[in-house]
């Protein structure tokens, strides 16, 4: 079984990893921790935005880290393990990653947005259950 894990450095990908471990048989899994940045749109003349690539680079070394931390959990939990960072809407990377390695499940936290913030910031793990082509799984950090 192939597996694809979102995360995104948080308690909600950290239930999300745990429940994936406590599920599935490492000899029969193989998963993928993937982390999507999502850049801040700027609006700046290009010659200005220089200070922009500094900060991208420090979100993208911080995800590295993060992913490697899951990976190293799922392996010393017996699992075979890839990970990935990449950059862009998360919905969408996360959709299509899935589909180009063939994953037969997702996995991610949800975040329990409500109201006005699941309104205006929209619902990863919604829009992937909506879009994906395999079952999608969403873990919720326990009350």
Known sequence: MKILLATD???FSEAAA???????RPQDTEVRV?????PIAISEPPQMSSGYYPELESQL???????DRVAKMLSSAGFRVTTSVATG???SV?????????????VLGSHGR??????FLGSVSEAVARHAHCSVQIVRVPS
């Not at 993937?34 to 999502?38: G, H, P, R, T």
């Not at 899935?98 to 499940?105: E, I, R």
């Not at 409500?114 to 309104?119: M, P, V």
């Open 18 to 24: 745990k429940s994936l471990a406590g599920q599935f």
């Open 9 to 11: 450095d948080s308690k």
């Open 61 to 67: 070394s911080q995800a590295r880290e993060a992913v």
């Open 114 to 119: 409500k109201g006005l913030g699941r309104f």
């Open 34 to 38: 993937l982390q999507v940045v999502e």
């Open 94 to 106: 996360i959709l299509e990653d899935a589909a180009k390695w063939h994953a037969d499940l997702i």
């Open 89 to 91: 809407d998360a919905r």
